[in-house]
C-alpha cells in the first residue's frame, strides 16, 4: 500500500511498565517484551516494523533521556529500519501522555503544517494482517475532516486500561465510523463490561487525527463554554509548541526540565479525549493485547475449571484462583494448595503476591528502589545491536556481566555500566571511579586503543584486560565467530 499524503506515526515508548515487575524493569521496559516467546521481535520493533510502510516521514518514537539510548539500540538491533525512516525523540522527564502527545505533534505539525498523525503505544501486540492498513487509511479519511478517530477493539477483551467507547449512529455514511456517545477512560471492569455487552468496545490506546486537531483540543477541552479543564491541557499545548520550535538539545537544558515539570502530569484519554466532543470510533476485529500490568498478562491467559491460569512450565495442584507466569523456560513452578497467588517467575526475579495486590504493583518497585538492590530493579538480560549483556551477580558497587559478541561486531567500553545505570541509578550512592575488568571465555577480540605501542592489539582466549578511568575503548570481534566476555566493573 502507498503511502498516505502528511500521514505522520507517533509511538510512545516513555513508560517502562512499573506494574510489570519482574517481567519489566527500568532497563527492559515492557515495550522490549518479545512479541511471542520465540519471536526475534519485541513489542517496540514489531510496531515500528509494521507501520512503517504507511509512511513517507521518520516514525517519531517518544520516550525519556534515560530510556533515549536502550530504546535507540532496541530498534537498531531488532529491525532492519535505515536510521532515516524513524526519530527518536528523548524527553528530559516523563509527564504524562498528554505531554508527550502533545510535543510529538507540535514537531510534526511544524515540519508538515497540514500533518495528520496516528499515535501508537509500544507496549501493545497488535496481530496486524492487511486490516491494519486499510483501518488506518479509513481513519486518515475521517480525520481529514477534523475528527479524532479512536480505533475500538470489537472483541470482548481488555485490550488496554479500562478505557471503553459507546457508539451510535454511523458517521457520515462512512463505513464502519461511528459517532462517539461516551467515552470512560477509567472505569470499573464491571461496568465497563456491561456498557460493552450493552453495545460498545474497549479503546486500543491508537487513534488517528491532524496534528493540528489535537493541540486545538488541547487548548480547548474542559468545560462545555471552552474554559480550560482540571488538567490544564492549554499549557501542556503552549510548552510543546513553545519547544518544538527549539533545537532537541534545549529540551535536555535544566530550564526546559523545570518548565515541563511545573506541567500537569495528565494523561491524554482523561485530559482530551473525555471532554472533546468530535470523537469518531472505528471498531476492527483485529486483536489488540496491552502488556501494561500484570493485570492485562492475567487476563488473556485462559482460566480452567478452578479459575487458575498458567503461562509456561507451571502447575497448579489442588489451588484456586491462582496465576503462574513462567519465563525461565528452564525450571518448572508448582504450586499447591493454594488460592488467589500471582507467581512470576523470571530468570533472575520471583514474585509471589496476592492477587489483590497485582494493582499496587508501583508500591512494590518504590520498597524495591528504596531498599538499593539494583538487581531487582535492573534488567538481568539486555539485547544490544552489537550482541547481548546478561547481569550475573552485583555484590556493593560492583557488577559482573556475561557479554555476547557476535561476529564483526563492537562495542565501547563503559557502555555497558551505563546501559544498566550503574552511573545514575542504584549504583549513585557509591561514587568513586570506575574499573573494568574484562575476561574472554571464549573466542578473540580485538581491542582499540589498549596498552603500550599498538593503537589494535588482539586479545587471544582466556586472556583478561582492564580499563580505568572514564576513557572509553572499543572491544571489537576478532574472529569468524562470535565471542563471550566477562566484564566486571567496580566503582572505586
Given at each position: 500500500m ?10 510512545l515508548a ?9 517481567i519489566?524493569?527500568?532497563q ?5 517484551a518479545?512479541?511471542?516467546p ?5 513489542l ?5 516494523s509494521?507501520i ?7 516514525i ?17 538491533a531488532r ?15 516523563q509527564r ?10 507540535a514537531c ?13 503505544r509500544a507496549?501493545e ?6 486490516r ?5 487509511y ?14 475500538g477493539?470489537?472483541r470482548?477483551e481488555?485490550?488496554?486500561d479500562v478505557?471503553?467507547i459507546r ?9 464502519g ?11 470499573k471492569?464491571s461496568?465497563a463490561q456491561r ?5 460498545g468496545?474497549w479503546?486500543?490506546?491508537i487513534?488517528?487525527?491532524r496534528?493540528?486537531?489535537v493541540?486545538?483540543?488541547l ?23 513553545f ?5 532537541r ?5 535544566p ?7 511545573a506541567l500537569?502530569?495528565a494523561?491524554?484519554?482523561e485530559?482530551?479525549?473525555?471532554p ?7 471498531p ?8 501494561n500490568?500484570?493485570e492485562d ?6 482460566p480452567?475449571?478452578?479459575g487458575n ?6 502447575v497448579v495442584?489442588?489451588?484456586r484462583?491462582?496465576?503462574v507466569?513462567?519465563?525461565t523456560?528452564?525450571?518448572s ?11 512470576v ?5 520471583l514474585?509471589?503476591?496476592?492477587k489483590?495486590?497485582a ?7 518504590r ?25 550475573l ?8 556481566w556475561?557479554?555476547?559478541l ?18 545514575d541509578?542504584p549504583?549513585?550512592?557509591f ?16 581491542v ?12 587471544p582466549?582466556?586472556r583478561?584486560f ?6 572509553a575503548k572499543?572491544?571489537s ?9 566477562i566484564?566486571t566493573?567496580a566503582?572505586?
Amino acid at each position: 500500500m502507498a503511502v498516505f499524503p502528511h500521514f505522520h506515526v507517533i509511538v510512545l515508548a516513555d513508560d517502562y511498565g512499573e506494574k510489570l515487575w519482574p517481567i519489566a524493569r527500568e532497563q527492559a521496559p515492557a515495550c522490549f517484551a518479545p512479541l511471542a516467546p520465540d519471536s526475534p521481535k519485541s513489542l517496540l520493533s514489531a510496531t515500528v516494523s509494521s507501520i512503517s510502510e504507511f509512511t513517507a516521514y521518520p516514525i517519531r518514537i517518544v520516550t525519556t533521556g534515560a530510556l533515549h539510548e536502550l530504546v535507540a539500540d532496541e530498534i537498531a538491533a531488532r529491525t532492519d529500519l535505515d536510521t532515516s525512516t524513524y526519530d527518536v525523540m528523548a524527553l528530559p522527564v516523563q509527564r504524562g501522555s498528554a505531554f508527550s502527545i502533545a510535543l510529538a505533534c507540535a514537531c510534526a505539525r511544524r515540519e508538515d503544517p497540514d500533518a495528520v498523525v496516528a499515535v501508537f503505544r509500544a507496549d501493545e501486540r497488535i496481530d496486524a494482517d492487511d486490516r491494519l492498513g486499510s483501518l488506518l487509511y479509513r481513519a486518515y479519511q475521517v480525520a481529514l475532516r477534523d475528527r479524532i478517530v479512536l480505533v475500538g477493539a470489537e472483541r470482548a477483551e481488555k485490550p488496554a486500561d479500562v478505557a471503553y467507547i459507546r457508539f451510535g449512529r454511523q458517521y457520515a455514511n462512512v463505513e464502519g465510523a461511528f459517532e462517539v456517545r461516551h467515552f470512560a477512560a477509567d472505569a470499573k471492569l464491571s461496568a465497563a463490561q456491561r456498557s460493552i455487552d450493552e453495545g460498545g468496545c474497549w479503546y486500543t490506546g491508537i487513534f488517528v487525527a491532524r496534528a493540528a486537531q489535537v493541540l486545538g483540543a488541547l487548548a480547548y477541552s474542559g468545560d462545555s463554554d471552552g474554559a480550560p479543564g482540571e488538567f490544564g491541557t492549554g499549557r501542556i499545548g503552549d510548552t510543546a509548541g513553545f519547544l518544538a520550535l527549539l533545537d532537541r538539545t534545549s529540551w535536555l537544558r535544566p530550564e526546559a526540565r523545570e518548565l515541563i515539570e511545573a506541567l500537569p502530569a495528565a494523561s491524554f484519554e482523561e485530559a482530551v479525549l473525555e471532554p472533546t466532543v468530535n470523537l469518531v470510533v472505528m471498531p476492527t476485529s483485529i486483536r489488540f493485547k496491552a502488556h501494561n500490568s500484570l493485570e492485562d498478562i492475567d487476563a488473556h491467559l485462559a482460566p480452567d475449571a478452578a479459575g487458575n491460569r498458567i503461562d509456561g512450565s507451571a502447575v497448579v495442584v489442588e489451588g484456586r484462583d491462582t496465576t503462574v507466569i513462567e519465563q525461565t523456560g528452564t525450571r518448572s513452578v508448582v504450586a499447591y494448595g493454594v488460592s488467589g497467588l500471582l507467581v512470576v517467575d523470571t530468570p533472575d526475579a520471583l514474585l509471589v503476591a496476592d492477587k489483590a495486590q497485582a494493582r499496587d504493583a508501583g508500591t512494590l518497585l518504590r520498597e524495591l528502589k528504596a531498599a538499593r538492590l539494583p538487581q531487582l530493579v535492573q534488567a538481568a538480560r539486555r539485547p544490544f545491536p552489537w550482541g547481548e549483556a546478561v547481569l550475573l551477580a552485583v555484590n556493593g558497587a560492583t557488577a559482573t556481566w556475561q557479554l555476547s559478541l557476535r561476529a564483526g561486531a563492537s562495542f565501547d567500553t563503559l557502555h555497558i555500566p551505563a546501559a544498566y545505570g550503574m552511573f545514575d541509578g542504584p549504583w549513585e550512592h557509591f561514587g568513586g571511579t570506575l574499573h573494568e575488568e574484562y575476561t574472554v571465555a571464549q573466542g578473540a577480540v580485538r581491542v582499540e586503543g589498549y596498552g603500550s605501542g599498538a593503537a589494535r592489539r588482539p586479545v587471544p582466549t582466556a586472556r583478561s584486560f582492564g580499563v580505568d578511568g572514564s576513557e572509553a575503548k572499543r572491544v571489537s570481534c576478532a574472529g569468524e565467530t562470535s565471542a563471550t566476555l566477562i566484564l566486571t566493573a567496580a566503582l572505586v
